[in-house]
Structure formats: C-alpha cells, structure tokens
T-cell receptor
C-alpha cells in the first residue's frame, strides 16, 4: 500500500543553523507533496508544497526539493529561529487521491 | 478569513457514552476530511466528503464510528459507544479540490478526546 517514511523523528539544532528533514514515498504515481508544521495544541498548518513537475521550491527560509526517480523529498529550513520549533509532517498524494502522512519530526531550535 | 472550526476543543467522557464531534469547513471548500492523530499511528484519514457526499470511508475503524455532512457548512463525526482506545485528537480539514489542481488541505485545531 501507500507509505511515507520520514526521518529523523527528532532533530535538535542551534539557532541560526540549518535543519533538513527527509521523506521517502512508495507510490510512484504520487504527484503532490505538502509539508505541514504543527505547534502544540494546534492543527497542522501548510508551510510549503511542491508538485511533481518541479524539482525545487523556495519560500524565504524554507525550501523543498523533490527527486522523483529516487522517490525522495526534503524540507530545508535555513537560519533557524526558536519559533521554528514544532512538529513537521511530510505528506504525499498517491493514486487514490488521499494524503499519506509521514510520522513527523520534532524540531527543537535551541537559542 | 475564518479557518476550519471544530468543536468541542476538548471532550472527556466515560466509555460507553456517545461522542459527537463537529466541524465547520472553510466557506466554498467542497472537500471535507476527518483525521485521527495518535502517537502510535500518526495522522490517519478516517473519511472524506465531496459536495456533502461520503466518498471514501475505508479509514473508519469500526461500525461504532459514523460521519455525516448534512450541508456544505457542517459535518459531524460520531462514536457510539465510545471506548478508551478511541482516545486521540480528531482533526477536520477542508480543501477546494482533490484533482489535478492539488489544492492544499486546511486543518482545524482539533478535538482532544479522552475516553475514561
């Protein structure tokens, strides 16, 4: 079945450093890959997404890359700030049209 | 703009009781999704609707779970009877479309359900 693996499960960085979260998907028909940020007591919020016809997308300090051949996609956060601390989820939209979520990465940015 | 609105935010009840969770999607969105989030299983899709019609309920765990969408601005997820293993955070999300335009899903802040 459809599956999305996300690594690492926890990530601790110093303020100002970069953070990278990686995901692998199983369904080669997947064509849409959103990333969500979830803060404590809140619902997941979309922070960036990428479609399968694009290899990279940037929005200020965040960027996402997609390697369709390897079925990998990654989230890059540069110049991290304490307010970036949260749980991040990747997801892939497969052939069924449903979003399949990764297990989440808890990011801690130390001031 | 108002986002997806869920109520209640917290619910604590005893096993065997009926639980009803409510959701108001973003106005104009024609897809509505119910998810469950637990530490063990992460975010799981339970059911989704298109134009108030249930499309896929394959994620609904048991017959104890039911969902309705009587109109475009309201949906309910009901558990009857509730069990301790139903304890989780339940999210509602809505989007414009699932098709080639790949519109993003917007989530509410969830209902934290505890069944004692």
């Amino acid at each position: 079945g459809e599956n999305v693996e996300q690594h690492p499960s926890t990530l601790s960085v110093q303020e100002g450093d970069s953070a990278v979260i990686k995901c692998t998907y199983s369904d080669s028909a997947s064509n849409y890959f959103p990333w969500y940020k979830q803060e404590l007591g809140k619902g997941p919020q979309l922070i960036i997404d990428i479609r399968s016809n694009v290899g990279e997308k940037k929005d200020q300090r965040i960027a996402v890359t997609l390697n369709k051949t390897a079925k990998h996609f990654s989230l890059h956060i540069t110049e991290t700030q304490p307010e970036d601390s949260a749980v991040y989820f990747c997801a892939a939209k497969g052939a069924t049209g449903k979003l399949i979520f990764g297990q989440g990465t808890t990011l801690q940015v130390k001031p | 703009d108002a986002g997806v609105i869920q109520s209640p935010r917290h619910e604590v009840t005893e096993m065997g009781q009926e639980v009803t969770l409510r959701c108001k999607p973003i106005s104009g969105h024609d897809y509505l999704f119910w998810y469950r989030q637990t530490m063990m299983r992460g975010l799981e899709l339970l059911i989704y609707f298109n134009n108030n019609v249930p499309i896929d309920d394959s994620g609904m765990p048991e017959d104890r779970f039911s969902a309705k969408m009587p109109n475009a601005s309201f949906s309910t997820l009901k558990i009857q009877p509730s069990e301790p293993r139903d304890s989780a955070v339940y999210f509602c999300a809505s989007s414009l479309a699932l098709g080639v335009s790949n519109q993003p899903q917007h989530f509410g802040d969830g209902t934290r359900l505890s069944i004692l």
